[in-house]
């Protein structure tokens, strides 16, 4: 009887030679890359699949893995197995054809004017959260678009929450909000995120925006309320990065000083179209250390129309940059100074002939989770 070998022992150069081979040969996977979402697919898998609990486990990776019990004739299964197998077994015939949809529709004469990747109107999934499980959502959730990452201590991490919130009185639109936690106890460079990774066009000037709300503030923003220690606040982080740690980063910090719903928006292009930009909303902790909660909902990023917006300004933009209209007992408009995770660094203006400048000062026994912005 003949016999194959069902192991293979690749040599050190095997692999990426075999990849250099399919790419010149026209890799068909590649060419499905670049038209089909994958991630899009996820959902449906789950809606299919997660039946109490049942049809997916997690595997060592980030994201579950499915087993779909196709191969079984029906008279091996139970009758409630036997209700589910058809929508499953449609869901996988759908999920095979895809793929030469696609191919197809990327191949015909219609779709040859439009770049690759050309993304119009709404690009986040689910962004008024409405598919979102109720509950705390972990880092893998059963609404894999949004992505969960807390940052810091160990002892720490399971209290930087983000949750789904089932209640029509709290969301402003629809049923569900979510909500961003993080307890007294956070210092420094602690937080909590939430947002998508997105494959974005070059070229193309983008818009997100969010809804934010803090839900501990006052209903009316104290006198004179500004982004230092004196003034109770939530500070909401919502920005774009094109890389994991490099390349650019477009956006804004927000003070929240009152308990009302704010739009947040910045506008940015993809700086590294060949990567999936990461368009995130982060709590971070306030000067003054307190439990801390604020609503999300409508979370949108769209592809604006029209020629990309560029800064027709030239020199310096930077206000009083040399510190003149500073004075001696404190900083003032238009600058602003603020601690983060405690009081230890402080900021002064000293002057000598004829110059004025800033000097921040830290003392030795500073945590290193404490920082200054100026």
Known sequence: MK??????????????????????????????????????????????????GQGMRHSGSHHPTFHIAANLPPTHLGRS????????????????????????????????????????GQLMQDSSFEACPSGMLARTTCNVAWEVQRTGREAIRDRLVVACVED??????????????????TVGFEFVTVGQRLRLAA?????????????????????????????????????????????????????????????L?????????????????????????????????DFELATMDGAVETESRRGNLVEDSAFEAQQAGGIVAPWSFANMGGTSIVASIGSGDGQRWLTLQMPRGTSNFESAQI
Request: aromatic share 8%.
């Open 3 to 52: 016999t194959h070998p069902t192991t293979q022992t690749f040599g050190c150069f095997d692999v990426e030679l075999r990849m250099q081979w399919l790419e010149a040969k026209g890799d068909p996977l590649s060419r499905l890359d670049t038209v089909i979402d994958w991630e899009g697919f996820r959902p449906l898998l789950m809606q299919a699949l997660c039946r109490n």
């Open 81 to 120: 197995h036997s209700r589910t197998m058809k929508p499953s077994l449609t869901l996988l015939t759908a999920l095979l054809l895809a793929p030469l949809a696609a191919l197809h529709a990327a191949d015909s004469p219609a779709s040859k004017d439009i770049p690759p990747n050309r993304q119009t």
């Open 168 to 185: 029509a009185a709290r969301a402003r639109s629809g049923r569900i909000c979510l909500s961003l936690s993080i307890p007294k106890a």
């Open 203 to 263: 070229g193309n000037q983008y818009e997100a925006s969010i809804w934010v709300r803090w839900v501990g503030g006052p209903d009316h923003p104290p006198a004179g309320a500004g982004a230092t220690p004196g003034h109770r606040s939530a500070i909401v982080s919502f920005w774009a990065r094109h890389r994991d740690g490099k390349g650019a980063f477009a956006g804004r910090d927000e003070w929240l000083f009152d308990n009302r719903w704010h739009k």
């Open 265 to 297: 928006s910045f506008r940015f292009c993809a700086t590294d179209p060949d990567l999936r930009t990461l368009v995130y909303v982060s709590l971070l902790p306030n000067q003054q250390p307190v439990d801390t909660t604020v609503l999300l909902d």
